[in-house]
């Protein structure tokens, strides 16, 4: 029901609707009976009573995997995340990377994606830190927010190259990272998104361990939870690309600056005497790069 709105992209019977559970093997096997291509977009931001991140990242991955497999799928696109690693001090992305292994263990001809840090409409990046700005004293940082750095990805990039991998042959059993173009201090992030909203950016730095407090605190909840220790890890966690692997432009999607598309997600933010100033006044988000040249 949550996603009944999606029939709307296709003609009558273009866009189907299955039910099945991770845990119940058949039921995704039934899915998949009649597909030839098989795209892995599940994964959680924290862990419930239900489902850890290995059920979700690792074992479910695997359970897909072996049904695409039997089931006689030719193409497995699995997405992962940027970061994955079994050394990573995040338990999202060490089973992240288990994930990944348990794919090439089921379906050694799967592409898999690690996508980096989204941004779009309704994300959960430029629009959090939009309204985190609503505290009364501001938006809480890590080091003040210079120790992060971010490459931020445009999410209809990431889309545009899922499509482009389910029919470009070269990419079967290929690992890609999908970044944007330019890499920044968080800090820089904040101040330019403060700056196209037309508002004061107002930030203090809480030290990392009364940080962790406020977030073991907020895991506590009986509904979804806003903040937990890795949610929190992961937003003060550096981006970082391993060299050597293909990325965007080997899908053939060029990928998009933060500066062309942060208007479009963040006008709304913005007080109504404000909503339609030009952009022309505004300086472009400042980029790591730019620190080197000075």
């Not at 291509?37 to 995997?65: K, M, P, W």
Request: charged content about 25%.
């Amino acid at each position: 029901m949550d996603y009944r709105s999606l029939r709307l992209m296709g003609d009558l019977g273009q866009i189907m609707f299955f039910d099945y559970h991770l845990k119940d093997v058949e039921s995704v096997a039934k899915m998949m009976k009649h597909s030839n291509c098989v795209i892995n977009l599940i994964g959680r931001q924290y862990e419930t009573r239900n489902f850890s991140f290995d059920d979700a990242h690792c074992e479910g991955a695997r359970v897909i995997a072996q049904a695409a497999r039997e089931a006689g799928v030719k193409r497995l696109i699995h997405v992962s995340a940027l970061n994955a690693s079994e050394e990573s001090p995040s338990k999202f992305l060490q089973s992240k990377a288990r994930g990944e292994m348990a794919v090439r263990q089921e379906f050694p001809e799967a592409t898999i994606l690690r996508p980096g840090t989204f941004f779009g409409h309704e994300d959960h990046f430029l629009n959090y830190y939009a309204y985190l700005g609503r505290f009364p004293m501001g938006i809480p940082l890590i080091d003040g927010g210079m120790n992060t750095t971010k490459m931020p990805v445009y999410v209809a990039d990431v889309a545009q190259a899922v499509v482009n991998a389910v029919t470009n042959d070269q990419s079967i059993g290929q690992t890609f990272q999908l970044t944007g173009p330019e890499e920044y201090y968080l800090l820089d992030i904040l101040d330019y998104i403060y700056r196209l909203m037309r508002k004061d950016l107002r930030y203090y730095t809480m030290p990392r361990p009364i940080y962790n407090m406020v977030a073991w605190g907020m895991e506590q909840s009986i509904f979804n939870p806003r903040l937990t220790r890795d949610m929190l890890l992961r937003e003060f966690l550096s981006d970082q690309v391993t060299q050597g692997l293909p990325g965007l432009a080997d899908l053939g999607v060029e990928p998009s600056a933060l500066e062309t598309i942060a208007i479009s997600v963040l006008r709304r933010h913005r007080d109504v005497f404000f909503f339609d100033d030009a952009m022309d006044s505004d300086a472009p988000c400042r980029t790591t790069s730019s620190y080197a040249a000075q």
